[in-house]
């Protein structure tokens, strides 16, 4: 098998069982809790889906990246939480269920504002024109690949709650295989890229990322916002969602641009010691008041 027709199996397989298992650990009363405490909300995703993405520009403006692999950062950057987020922010004392619902909103918001993203990077890096309208196509693509699986799970997690809490670590442990066999996918087929660009792009991803979760904590700090608060939005916008990022750009069916994938794939191996490091310095002195 051809990695084109390799990717083609892999793909959909992996999404499907990645946003099934985040289906698996939602439920409607995570959106409920939304409107009971809209503002760390509302920071978290004003800092995700406004302030980041801009930040992402200056930052691969300022490293000066091949077009490809600036469209592949800010693809990165419109990439919702992803559900490790959780299991970080239960381990640095953050509010876990802050968490969940930040990705439950995230991910319904991902639908939009991903392609909105990446068509507007698309214009501006890769020499499109000055404006690139959003495509209706792409917008259903991506709504097929993040929403109906997580509609699916929460439909099994409602309906079977003891066969969703049996499967929630199973399917977490199949997503971990998937993302690295992604990643390596990703690798791959574009080695040559990688170790071209790996200087570059490897200090670009890590400095997104220590941004990234600079302003997750910080921001909410400075608006007065509780520790456990500020350690869930840290998580959960310093975590993003690599998976489906390389998914978008590898997939023969949405960009098909493996040089795109190459910033998520990095940035997927580094969040995780970036993000372990950054729980340990927030939660050192013991559990935050909440």
């Not at 099934?20 to 650990?25: N, P």
């Not at 300022?62 to 939480?81: I, Q």
């Not at 996918?185 to 990688?194: G, S």
Request: with cysteine; hydrophobic share 60%; glycine share 8%.
């Amino acid at each position: 098998m051809n990695s084109g027709s390799l990717l083609t199996v892999l793909l959909p397989l992996a999404l499907g069982i990645i946003m099934l298992g985040l289906g698996l650990s939602l439920s409607v009363e995570d959106f409920r809790r939304v409107g009971r405490q809209p503002r760390p909300v509302v920071v978290a995703l004003l800092c995700q889906t406004v302030l980041l993405p801009l930040l992402c520009f200056a930052l691969v403006k300022a490293f000066g990246l091949a077009p490809a692999l600036a469209v592949g950062m800010l693809l990165l950057a419109a990439s919702p939480g992803g559900t490790t987020a959780n299991l970080y922010s239960h381990l640095a004392h953050g509010d876990v269920a802050l968490n969940i619902s930040l990705t439950a909103v995230n991910s319904l918001l991902a639908v939009v504002t991903l392609p909105l993203v990446v068509n507007l990077s698309l214009a501006h890096f890769m020499g499109e024109g000055s404006t690139l309208p959003l495509q209706f196509d792409k917008v259903l693509q991506v709504f097929l690949i993040v929403l109906v699986p997580v509609a699916i799970g929460m439909a099994l997690r409602a309906r079977f709650p003891g066969f969703a809490a049996r499967m929630n670590r199973p399917v977490r442990l199949v997503s971990v295989l998937f993302l690295v066999a992604i990643i390596a996918l990703a690798v791959f087929k574009d080695w040559n890229t990688l170790v071209d660009y790996a200087p570059s792009i490897g200090l670009a991803a890590l400095a997104f990322n220590l941004l990234s979760l600079a302003v997750g904590y910080g921001v909410p700090r400075l608006l007065g916002l509780p520790a456990r608060q500020a350690i869930a939005i840290g998580m959960e916008i310093g975590i993003h969602n690599g998976t489906l990022a390389i998914a978008v750009a590898l997939s023969p069916a949405l960009l098909n641009n493996p040089t795109m994938a190459i910033p998520a794939a990095i940035y997927s191996l580094i969040m995780f010691v970036t993000a372990a490091v950054f729980g340990w310095l927030v939660s050192r002195r013991g559990p935050p008041p909440a």
